[in-house]
């Protein structure tokens, strides 16, 4: 089994920045990737952005791409998502995910795990 913890999300204006957290924990999943997804009120979860454990190889929506970095800190098992230059529709809850299958993530928004989720709201 593995536990997934976001934090981070919050309220922020049109052009602010925010940082998500998420906390892995549970069986060995170094071989996994890691990724972040987002539902907004009615409509269906989608991709945001992923990174492998092992090699830190990145990939993300083109709907984020320049605005959004996401990392990783293996000591502390932990990945982050930069958010810069939010948009109001960003607006939506923001889930941590751990798969062993990256291209189901990128492609699918699949995972084998999810975290709780954390809130995003951007104000225009």
């Known amino acids: 089994q593995v536990q997934l913890v976001e934090s981070g999300g919050g309220l922020v204006q049109a052009g602010g920045s925010l940082r998500l957290s998420c906390v892995v924990s549970?069986?060995?999943?170094?071989?996994?990737?890691m990724g972040w997804f987002r539902q907004a009120p009615g409509k269906a979860r989608e991709f945001v952005a992923a990174?492998?454990?092992?090699?830190?190889?990145?990939y993300y929506a083109d709907s984020v791409k320049g605005r959004f970095t996401i990392s990783r800190d293996s000591a502390e098992n932990t990945v982050y998502l930069q958010m810069t230059s939010l948009k109001p529709e960003d607006t939506a809850v923001y889930y941590c995910?751990?798969?062993?299958?990256?291209?189901?993530?990128?492609?699918?928004?699949?995972?084998?795990?999810w975290g709780q989720g954390t809130q995003v709201t951007v104000s225009s």
């Open positions: 990174i492998t454990w092992i090699g830190g190889s990145t």
């Open positions: 549970g069986r060995t999943f170094s071989r996994n990737a």
């Open positions: 995910g751990t798969s062993s299958n990256i291209a189901s993530m990128t492609l699918f928004s699949l995972s084998d795990y």
